[in-house]
């Protein structure tokens, strides 16, 4: 079973509109991670979240989480059309040592 | 060239072969991982290494098998194919960490059709 879902599972902008994706997952972690997959391409790390930090920025990225709700969003600003590809949560559950447990991915599609 | 390299990156095969998908690492990470992608699953993780002879299954392993005799190297063999593994295959590296999972580095992938 998934440990993290992604909402929506698509999402289409138009560029410079931000994009929200919401990532929810089931049990206790020890970090979350989003990663972005373009087209036919391998997976590339965006941003790291530990379990005890409520808010994390890298450029245009915007990561929360909420340990209580078992939840995080990835917010991009300001979309460009470069930024179209799959975006995927992943967990580290407590106690899980090095293993990444990934969603579904949520689609952007960014239009100009 | 430094990086994650896996070979072959599209492949055709028939049911009851035996498949082998190579991954390589420059980066002497300890960790290496085998993840397949199938639409509406997302990533599945079907092995793990975490150094050289030291392997665990992940939550897909039944009908894989991996080594890994390098730190450098993880091979992923399918002994004998079924449609079913038909998928996108991954394969990952990283750093270990006492904090838990860091940053995970991807190959390119491997597309496998068992006809």
């Known amino acids: 079973s998934q440990q993290g879902e992604e909402d929506p599972q698509a999402l289409s902008i138009q560029e410079g509109e931000n994009a929200t994706m919401n990532c929810s997952y089931k049990t206790s972690i020890n970090n979350l991670q989003w990663y972005r997959q373009n087209s036919g391409r391998g997976l590339v790390h965006l941003i790291l979240i530990r379990s005890n930090e409520r808010e994390k920025h890298s450029g245009r990225l915007r990561v929360t989480l909420d340990t209580s709700k078992k939840s995080s969003s990835l917010l991009i600003t300001a979309s460009r059309a470069a930024d179209t590809a799959s975006y995927f949560c992943?967990?580290?559950?407590?106690?899980?040592?090095?293993?990444?447990?990934f969603g579904t991915g949520t689609q952007l599609k960014v239009e100009l | 060239d430094a990086g994650i390299t896996q070979s072959p990156r599209y492949k055709i095969t028939e049911t009851g072969r035996q498949v082998t998908l190579m991954c390589h690492q420059t980066w002497s990470h300890s960790y290496m991982f085998w993840y397949r992608q199938d639409l509406g699953h997302g990533l599945r993780l079907i092995y793990y290494?975490?150094?050289?002879?030291?392997?665990d299954k992940g939550e897909v392993p039944d009908g894989y098998v991996v080594s890994r005799s390098k730190t450098e190297n993880f091979p992923l063999t399918l002994e004998s194919a079924t449609r079913s593994q038909t998928s996108v295959y991954f394969c990952?590296?990283?750093?270990?960490?006492?904090?838990?999972?860091?940053?995970?580095?991807f190959g390119e992938g491997s597309r496998l059709t068992v006809l």
């Open positions: 290494s975490a150094a050289a002879d030291i392997t």
């Open positions: 992943a967990t580290v559950l407590t106690g899980g040592g090095n293993k990444l447990t």
């Open positions: 990952a590296s990283s750093e270990w960490s006492r904090k838990g999972a860091g940053e995970l580095f």
